[in-house]
């Protein structure tokens, strides 16, 4: 069976290369890379898999690599993942995720294979949800509050429409938030940690900059995403559907940073920096999974203390 990652050398495409490398026998395995994308997150697995230069918003390198691969199943994590970023450049969020995600339904129509697609859709879609509305469900209405979330409705529901349309074996993973080693510096348990052992290793002053603390998220280990998103086209999920993948649990962001200081003997002051606080920012997002634990057997394995313990000593090994 052949098995393409469309974003391969990031935080969730590494992991999810990892997972398939050591659980899956049988699969050949193909990772899609831009020309200018960083690899160490992939520099202990790349020898263990094909990568393929393609920047999927092109549409003719997506169709020559599509036609060339003819993969049997997808996961397309491609995309421009930071919330903050898609105010800054609107237009560059839209086109990577719902352009890029257009050029790879496109090319496998028109290459004429039947693969199974996994499409990476965004708890954030939700945007503003009401204290009635908790748990989140899936039929729960979309109130998306950044171009980001605007940009991953669009991919939600081009996956629904293609499936509708013309068929294509289409299944809308709705991750909620979720973290590990290898996390991007600027996301938030990612972003305190580093600045942690940058303070335990004196390289900057004991003071932390956060922004909205008040914030509520609900966290998965990234090794549990990753393992959700292979049982997404292994199990019984249903084409044209979407499916809630989240813990179950929701942390205030200043309980996230609590922990994260309970895990140092450093002392430092939290300050918040104003550049860090969003034109909006989702209050609340905490899903019910129960759709998704009922088509595939899925249960979240790793607590959240030692996912955050777990990128404290990755960024303790990185940071000299
Ligand atoms: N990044 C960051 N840095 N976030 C902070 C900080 C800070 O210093 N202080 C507070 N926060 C708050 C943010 O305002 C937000 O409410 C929350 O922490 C989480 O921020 P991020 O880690 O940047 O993630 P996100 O929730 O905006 O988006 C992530 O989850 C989505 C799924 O819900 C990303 O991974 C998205 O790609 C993903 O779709």
Not at 15 to 30: I, K, P, Q, S, T
Request: charged fraction near 25%; include cysteine; glycine fraction near 6%.
């Amino acid at each position: 069976m052949k098995v393409l990652i469309t974003g391969v050398t990031g935080f969730v495409g590494s992991h999810l290369a990892d997972y398939v490398l050591e659980n899956c026998r049988g699969v050949e395995l193909f990772g899609l890379y831009r020309w200018r994308s960083r690899t160490e997150n992939i520099e202990h697995s790349r020898q263990f898999f094909e990568m393929i230069e393609c920047d999927l918003r092109d549409a003719s390198s997506v169709r020559k690599v599509i036609n060339k691969i003819r993969p049997d199943r997808i996961f397309h994590l491609a995309a421009q993942s930071f919330v903050p970023s898609s105010w800054n450049a609107p237009t560059e969020s839209v086109v990577i995720n719902v352009i890029g995600q257009i050029n790879i339904f496109e090319a496998i129509r028109e290459v004429g294979i039947d693969p199974w697609i996994q499409i990476a859709c965004s708890s954030e879609e939700y945007g503003m949800v009401y204290s009635g509305e908790i748990p989140i469900k899936e039929t729960n209405p979309l109130r998306p509050l950044s171009p980001y979330a605007v940009s991953k409705v669009g991919q939600d529901l081009l996956g629904y429409q293609y499936s509708m349309s013309y068929g294509l074996k289409v299944i809308r993973t709705r991750g909620f938030n979720h973290t590990g080693p290898r996390r991007g510096a600027v996301f938030v348990c990612s972003d305190f940690a580093r600045q942690i052992v940058e303070i335990e290793k004196g390289l900057r002053k004991p003071v932390i900059m956060v922004g909205n603390l008040e914030a509520k998220r609900d966290f998965t280990d990234v090794r549990d995403m990753v393992h959700a998103y292979w049982l997404a086209l292994e199990g019984n999920c249903v084409p044209g559907e979407v499916y809630n993948i989240s813990s179950g649990k929701c942390w205030e962001i200043r309980e996230v940073l609590e922990m994260l200081l309970e895990m140092t003997d450093a002392e430092i002051e939290i300050r918040q920096d104003k550049n860090r606080l969003r034109p909006s920012d989702v209050p609340i997002l905490l899903g019910d999974n129960f759709k998704f634990r009922q088509a595939t057997g899925w249960e979240p394995m790793i607590p959240f203390q030692k996912t955050l313990r777990d990128i404290l000593e990755y960024w303790r090994c990185r940071i000299n």
